[in-house]
């Protein structure tokens, strides 16, 4: 018996979302009283696996094979299940972002799991193993139950606490087994953007909509952004209108976060909006009208016209971080 | 090559989401169904490289797993230029009984590209695509969001955390899809919903597979406080609460 919790690294580090997940894992492994291990695939230092002991893993598996450069889901699902099997896992967890949601399901079937996907707690019960999950885009919450033996879930990011709890880590060395017909996919090539705060992970997201009146007038949100160490987003239309970059829409069409804080300055909150916003913690929104609907999602909200409110925002903030 | 895309026929992204029977069914009482977003920008993207690529496109197939009620949803995707419909004839339940009775039908009728969108907006699960590819053995690539056919070769973007990388893949294979793939999504001409009526669709028996998981009750968002509101000429309220409430300056 164990709880398995696949960590993706990034360039050999890992991140917030990979100690959640091996919380996660370690907290569920005590509700099931077995012990979490963590399978990490790549060229990880050992010091840095060794952090995952940290937060409750007490055995870390180490898959290392030239061949692998970049995600290949065939390659990376085949290990998985490996460890899995050698471990004897009962549950295996991932993280709910691009890589956890390649693999996840791919993994489920080789094990026959039932799986459970963006759950953002620990299960209710264990016997039937019952866990709830966001449903309808964040329009209601689903108790789902799973039925087989073995399980899978992914753990939506932002919604469980990385709490530390010191297991000494063991560290262990896996061959798997795998032929050419794994690596049918091939990375040709990585375009990445290294200085900016990524969205999916930032802990304070400025974001901006129609109300912010044309593509030339985002320098003072971008300017608030910097001095909130945030990441920036924005609405449908504008990145189809081209103000900003397809990258940074936010919603049901486009990414879903789940920063601390989301501040919305012009953006009227449409619902296809606030599916991808809703798991954050806490919205603060500016707005002309005072009966747009976005302030019936916030908690704090300011009735102005964005041109007016960020400047003096800025020179408040500025002011404050002096102090 | 032929290309099938897999369609989730949703609830409106706008209807009110309510539940019946003590909280533990989906109220569709009045609902308006729709091609799941994804899923629609998956056909338009497959009717675009059918139209560019000559003949190397036989045919766009599209098929959902659903009772006759789902129809409706395939016709349309019909009027909007796939050659052929296939309804596999069984109530969806779970992520593993839908991606089980794909794959009874590829592996009687095999497809090269298989589209599915990355999520579907009612159980927001992001599975079936990955899950047809394994039942499949086929490789799967996922967070799609560029896919081109150039000289028989097949080219991906796939969008990861920070950025985009460029896939190269053996056919045939899974493509799982999401913003980018396609810009808007196209919609039914007068003319393409006249040929829909006489364009083929054929309804598939359900072939034996398990549920692994069931909803067995749902609950509402608890509902949200009221907006604390601060005045404008006063930012230096909202200021004094990233401080000492957000912490976050
Ligand atoms: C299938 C489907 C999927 C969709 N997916 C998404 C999605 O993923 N993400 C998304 O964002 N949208 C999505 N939409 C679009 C969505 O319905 C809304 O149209 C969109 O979110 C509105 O964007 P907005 O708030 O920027 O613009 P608007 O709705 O035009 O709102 C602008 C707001 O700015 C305010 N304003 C104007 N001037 C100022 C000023 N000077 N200062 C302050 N405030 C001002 C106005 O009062 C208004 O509330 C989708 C729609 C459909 C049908
Ligand atoms: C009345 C009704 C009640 C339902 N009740 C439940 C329920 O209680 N629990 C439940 O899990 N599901 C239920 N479904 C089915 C649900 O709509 C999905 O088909 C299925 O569960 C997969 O959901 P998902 O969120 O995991 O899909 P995802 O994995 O998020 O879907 C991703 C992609 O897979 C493909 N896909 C998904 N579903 C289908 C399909 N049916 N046919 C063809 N391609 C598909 C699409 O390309 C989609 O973009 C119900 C459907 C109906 C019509």
Redesign the interface.
Known sequence: MSVLAFTEN?DGKFKKISFELVSYAHQLAAQMNTNAVVVSIGNVPEEELKKLGHYGASKIVRVEDNRIS??I??AF?AIIAQVAEKEGADVVVFS????G??????????L???????VNALPDSLDPF?VK????????????????AKKVL?LFPNSVEAIEADENAVIETFTPQLSDAHF???????????DKV?L??A??VVSGGRGMKGADKWAPLEELAG??GAAIACTRPVSDEGWRP??E?VG???KIVAP??YLAFGISGA??HL?GI?ASK?I??VNTDKDAPI???????????VQ??LP??IE??R???KQ | MKILICLSNVPDTTTKIKFTGDNTQFDAAGVQWIINPWDELALTRALEIKETSGTTIEKVTVLTVGKADTEPTLRKALAIGADDAVRIDAEPKDAYQVAAQITGFVKEQPYDIILCGIESSDYNGSTVGGMLAEFLDSPSVSSVSGLFLENGQIRLNREIDGGQEVLETMIPFVAIVQKGIAKEPRIPSMRGIMMARSKPLTVKPAVAADELTGFTAFELPPPHAKCKMIDAENVGELVKVFRNELKII
């Open positions: 990034w970049g995600l889901n065939k699902t709910h972002n691009f890589t949601k390649a693999l996840a399901p791919r993994v489920a079937v080789r026959r799991a039932g799986m459970a996907s963006g019952v999950k966001g449903v309808f885009t964040g329009k209601a919450i689903g108790h789902i139950t799973i039925k087989s992914t049918a996919t091939k990375v040709l090539e990585v375009k990445k953007v290294t990524l999916t992970d802990e304070v001095l909130l397809h990258g829409h049901q069409t486009g601390n804080v619902i296809q599916g809703s806490h603060i929104a302030f019936e999602a916030a908690e704090y909200g300011i009735v102005g016209d007016q409110v003096k925002l408040a903030v002011e404050a971080k």
